[in-house]
Every structure is written in C-alpha cells, then in structure tokens.
C-alpha cells in the first residue's frame, strides 16, 4: 500500500494510504487518511478487514501503532468500519472511537465489544493531540443519513468520505491526485448520481465548504483533488442530478399494473 | 518474532503466520460441519415425538376398548407416554444447546478470521523495513488474545457437546425402551383376538418412528464424535496463546 505525505508542518502531517496492490479485484479500492500530530494521530476511514493488513503495515511504517488514539468512521458502511475490532485489538487501550450517534448500535455488529464518541449531528471538533484540532462537519445523506466530513483549519484539507468518490481503473491511476478533472468525471458521475440521494443535503454541503479554505479534498475512495480542482469539484456536484434510482420505483410500478 | 511464539521455525516469513491457520481453518470447517450436522440430526424430532404422543395416546383408547384383551397394552402403553414425556422434556434444552453452538462457532470463526489477518498484518510487518517492533509487539498480543479466545471458545463447545452427548444419550435409552415396548405390544396383539389387527398395527407404526429416531441417534452420534476431535485440537491451538 502507497503512502502519500499530504501535507507536513513539524509533528503536524496528513498521510493518503491508498492502491494496494494485493487487494483483491472484488473488494472495492479505498483510501485510508491519517492525521498525525506530536501525541496522537486519527486514522479516518480505517477500512474494511480485507485491507487491515496492509493498511496495519503501511500505516506503522510511518507511526508507531501506539500513537494511534482515534478512529474516525464517517458513515456505518463495512468498508469504512468492519476492520473496527482488529484495530481495538492492536491499537492502545484507549483508542476513540468516534461514529455518528446513529450508527454506534449498527457499528457494535462488528464489534460488540467496542465503545464510541458518539457525534451529535451538527458535529463537533476533536482533538488529535493537545496542538492539533480538527472539526466534524455535518454531510448527512451524502450517502449515509449520519454522515461526516473532517476538516482541518491549518494544513486546509478536507476528508470527505464518500462524497467525491470515484472508482478508477488501477491502470488510470497514475497519480493520487486528479489530474485532469474533465476526464475523471467518467469515473465519478454514476456513482454520485446514485449513492447520493438528496438534493437539499448536497446543496447544503457544498454551501458549507464553499465557507472553508480547502486546499485538498479527499475523498475514501478513487483520487484526491487539489487546488483549483476543489472548486471545480464542488461546482459539479452543485449541478448534478441525483438520487437515479429513482427510476426504478416506476419501472415496479409499471410492473404492478 | 519472539512474540508468536509456538511456531516451528518457518522457511520463509509467509510461512510463520499462515502455517498455523491452514490447520484451524480446517478444524473450524470440520467442527461447524459436525455440530451443525449434529443438532440438524435431530431436526425431524419434534414432528417424530409428536407422532409419538399420538400413537400412546391411540394405543390407550384402542387398549380399553379391547377390555381384558389390552390389560398388558395399557401397562406398556402408560411407559410409551412417559418415554415421550422424557423426549418432549429435553427439546427445549436441545433447542438452546443448538443456538449456543451457533453462537460459540460463530466466535471461533470470527477469530480465524481476525488471527487470518493478523497474521497477514505481522507478515507484511516483518517483510517491511524500519524499526517496528511496537507494531509487532502490537500484533503478538492481538493474536494471543485471539488465539485464547479460540481455545476458550473449544471448552465452550465441549461443555455444549457433552450436554448435547447426554441428550443423545437419552435418546438412545428411550428408542431402545420404546422399541421394547412395540415388541411386547406385538406380542400381546397375537393373543387380543379381535383387537389383533389395530395393535399390530400400532406396534409396527412405533417400530417405524423407532427406526427414524436410531438413523437420527446414530447420526447425531457419529458426527458428535467427530467434533470431539476437532475441539481437543483446537483446544490445544488455543494452548498456545498462553
């Protein structure tokens, strides 16, 4: 597994784990961000159990596994959390793990053992080491109906979870940046225009980062954008049309008659 | 390296943490198989010891109409109930041994599976460079509290099958019982004149529920046996997590 150096700043960094090569085709790719600061570092997105292994190896290549204190889960999904227990079990004792309040029952199914930071809807900031905060903003619906995106005032990156995820063939990634913005949407629009459903949400959301200085957003799955590609971002998803499956309600409703 | 102690010295790095799986991976498959192959043995039961309860409940009324005819019937019938009653008693127990089968064989799996990665985890470690020995020092605790927890799940399971052996048994003691008692009612049947016909009768249809209930015994049985195997090996796997 790749680790990319984000953004560095004395103890102060942000690693992309990403494209790992073992993976199995049938397990969708994910990237895996790490915040580190000079006492702790949160693994946002961890990832699922078949990436617990390289993702394990990679990330304490860089830091100590006893620097790990918080995971972060932006939505319940298995791929995001179903590694939970295998992390508890390597990681300190009093590792956090922080999880929307909607999905703390939900995420137990993995992990009957584990105990949450539960965030409240309207988000809340936490803090990573005693110099390194970073808030929780809402992103609700975009997919999950508890979702987060994590942001980070002073390197000016923004994790996003799903939202601006895109699946790219290993043999496009050249790169873990976009590099040519037009040419990524191929591998990005089907995906927004199904897994997000809500319109208002994505309004919303785009409204609030429009607000923050974001330098790079990245997403947990596909590539990561930076720059001027942030804003281009943002103005594409202000414009798609979402929620496509719901066509399918009257395709079943023409079966009906 | 020290810390996954109780492995032979590997020929390569892969070979030191997956080696120790193939072998669980392979019990674990077998055990599920047997218990599972065990309870399900027992799945026509209910519908048998119903059957059963119908069939004493007929021999009784058949028994006094024949009068002086089914005097000895109704005494071998009244033990035909309690033979049922004894069977009826210990399906609710069979049915709570099953769900914590289930429940303990699902831990053990889900511990193959985090041992799986672990020991992926501590092979991609050991392969990688820099100084990691918090990292490994992390993963030999993880997967010496997996692996006890795979031996503490192997005693759960042998305290489940030796329950489970028990009832079994006693449905052993009750088939071979009942199979007594349709044999005596056959033979009092020849001596019952004109009831001879319905007790024959009886006494073949619970002849035929005791043959259901034998192949169920005797299947239950084997596969019992086999995961008693399994479970004293994969207690001794989970020795080594000590």
Redesign the interface.
Known sequence: MKCTELWAQGDHRWLAFADDPAKPDNVIDTNQLVVVGAQGCMLMDPGG?EV???M???V??EV???HIRHLFLSHQDPDVSS?L??WR???PSDLTTHVSWMWTGFVSHFDRAATFDAIPDEGCEIEISPELRVRVLPAHYLHSPGNFSIYDPAAKILFSGDIGAALVPRDKRTSIFVEDFTGHIQYMEAFHRRWMGSPAARDKWVAMIRRLDVDILAPQHGLLFRGPDVGKFLDWLAELPLGSGLDSFDVAIAKLD | MADFSGFDTPHDEGAIWRDSLRDCSIFTSHLYDNCVGAYHAFDGLPKLVEGLRLLSINAGLVSARAGDYGRSVRVLTNFATESVTRLQQALPRMLMLKRDTYEISGGIMRAINDIDKIEAAGTLILRGQGGQSAALTAMGRAWRVRIRAIGDAANGLRRTNDQFAAMVKLAREVMLQTELIAANIAIEATDAGPWEVELTTIADTIRAQMEDLRRMVDEAGRNLRNATETIVALASLGSRGQ
């Open positions: 159990v617990f292994p390289a394990v190896a990679a304490t290549q100590s596994v006893d590694a227990p295998l079990q390597v990681c």
